[in-house]
């Protein structure tokens, strides 16, 4: 099975570019790896991963409205690998994982509404604290875009 979840900060904005009548969108989220103490104060160890990351239509759309650098996210999607021959000649290899799923990342604060951030707070945000049941309120504007209206 070829499953992959990442959670983690976009290291940029979102790419968006039209493809035809649809959009496709290019990321990369910064993971934290899971280090011991030691292994963290050690000079030069690398302590987290960047992941690419593609998605396509109505999850790209949604990447470029409420996504921005330094956003928190939540990926499920699939390991895809590729190649190409660039301008040179020379054959570049690639990995990608293709979103499935794209969800808020926990940190996320109260946003605008409109997709830009005020206060320095990112866009991929929750409007609200936790009920007391525990679940978050959806932000302002996003019930259109979920699937199950």
Known sequence: MNKVEITGRLTKDVDV???GDSKVARLT???DRKLTKEQRQKEGVQT???ISVVAFGKSAEFLEKYFKKGSAIEVTGRIQTGSYTNKDGVKIYTTDVVAEDIGFGVGAKASSGNGNAEGGNNAAQTSAPADEDGFLDIPDGLDEELPFN
């Open 17 to 19: 570019r039209a493809n």
């Open 48 to 50: 987290a991963d960047f």
């Open 29 to 31: 989220v910064a993971c």
